[in-house]
T-cell receptor, first 109, second 113 residues
Framework: GIQVEQSPPDLILQEGANSTLRCNFS?????LQWFHQNPWGQLINLFY???GTKQNGRLSATTVATERYSLLYISSSQTTDSGVYFC???????????FGKGTRLSVIA | DADVTQTPRNRITKTGKRIMLECSQT?????MYWYRQDPGLGLRLIYY???????NKGEISDGYSVSRQAQAKFSLSLESAIPNQTALYFC????????????FGPGTRLLVL
């Protein structure tokens, strides 16, 4: 099945810094989503982005489907950005998402 | 009110006991999922259901069973709990539009002694 690798596994930032999280996948996909899990465990969908670029406030994401990777950018990071960021993909509409192991982000004031 | 709810939120049980985790949703989605999360392993799929009459095994279904009682309800059972089933369990639904955006419940923390 499709493999998903996220990097880096852990990241520590000073408040106000920018960061880039990467998601590599092993096969063509028709669905890619980014999620944030806050320190209390809640999982929130950030982006549906099988290709192209989207922005939502300080967060943006770019997927280059032909090269099989996606990037999540966080600008001017805040302590509330802390948590784990997951990338998830699927190759078809009739198979469930496959999740990467996540990137744990800690933003320090 | 939350769109996807899970009960209980926390549960402690003993080895060998049967337990049920329940999930309800008010989003009107046909597709529902059960995942477990272990530290460092991300989210792994246990079972999924694309409609009331459809049940499919996921990556790690051994030791678990599910019941889809209605479009809005999807329950996960551990027939005979064992300590390595200690984990955080999530229920999710997905949007039937083209994006299949996934929405998660708040999770159930399960400890098997």
């Amino acid at each position: 099945g499709i493999q998903v690798e996220q990097s880096p596994p852990d990241l520590i930032l000073q408040e106000g810094a920018n960061s880039t999280l990467r998601c590599n996948f092993s096969d063509s996909v028709n669905n890619l989503q980014w999620f944030h899990q806050n320190p209390w465990g809640q999982l929130i969908n950030l982006f549906y982005i099988p290709s192209g670029t989207k922005q939502n406030g300080r967060l943006s994401a770019t997927t280059v489907a032909t090269e099989r990777y996606s990037l999540l950018y966080i600008s001017s990071s805040q302590t509330t950005d802390s948590g784990v960021y997951f990338c998830a993909v699927t190759a078809t509409g009739n198979t469930p998402l496959v999740f990467g192991k996540g990137t744990r982000l800690s933003v320090i004031a | 009110d939350a769109d996807v709810t899970q009960t209980p939120r926390n549960r402690i049980t003993k080895t060998g006991k049967r337990i049920m985790l329940e999930c309800s949703q008010t989003k009107g989605h046909d597709r529902m999922y059960w995942y477990r999360q272990d530290p460092g392993l991300g989210l792994r799929l246990i079972y999924y259901s694309f409609d009331v009459k459809d049940i499919n095994k996921g990556e790690i279904s051994d030791g678990y069973s599910v019941s889809r009682q209605a479009q809005a309800k999807f329950s996960l059972s551990l027939e005979s709990a064992i300590p390595n089933q200690t984990a955080l369990y999530f229920c999710a639904t997905s949007d039937p539009t083209g994006s299949w955006t996934q929405y998660f419940g708040p999770g159930t923390r399960l400890l098997v002694l």
